[in-house]
């Protein structure tokens, strides 16, 4: 699926925008959608707000909604809308899992030592991590299945460099 190169401007937009259209439920395996996707470069931010706002609306006028087929109709028909506002992407509903993570975070373990264990929530080939100031990484999903507790301990400075960790879904830098 990685069909732009990383440093552009198609790339951006797709790190941008994905979460959100994930979020509601776009499904970016799919290969018509992939296909789409390559063959689109211009009017592409047109194109990821309009389904978007869209999907928004049939949400909220409980209508049903097939997102992965409305993001290729609004590729494939350089959809524009005049509805769009960027508040859009701090919606809860379309925050990516690990921004809910990250916000759960200040909650549960409080703004401080949040920020003394989190350096960043990023992607890499698809795939949601958290990376730990003591240079730790681990999957967003993972961190969910393990729970806050078991998660800080990973995190820790103190944390032991050899934890066994029975799992692939963690990784060390």
Known sequence: MWFWSADSVE??????????????????????????????????????????VYMLWLEENLKPIYPTAI?????????????????????????????????AAVDKWGYDERNQLVADIFYDHGQEFIKFRNGKEILVDTAYKWGWERVADYASPLSENNWSLGSINARES
């Open 71 to 103: 993001l290729i109709e609004a590729l494939a028909n350089q959809w524009r809308t005049k509805y769009w506002k960027p508040e859009y992407l701090e919606l809860e509903q379309l925050l990516s899992r690990g921004k809910r993570w990250w916000r």
């Open 11 to 52: 790339q951006e937009l797709f790190n941008l925008y994905a979460p959100a259209l994930q979020s509601l439920g776009v499904n970016f395996n799919d290969e018509q959608l992939q296909d789409t996707l390559e063959a689109a470069s211009y009017s592409l931010e047109d194109a990821f707000r309009s389904a978007i």
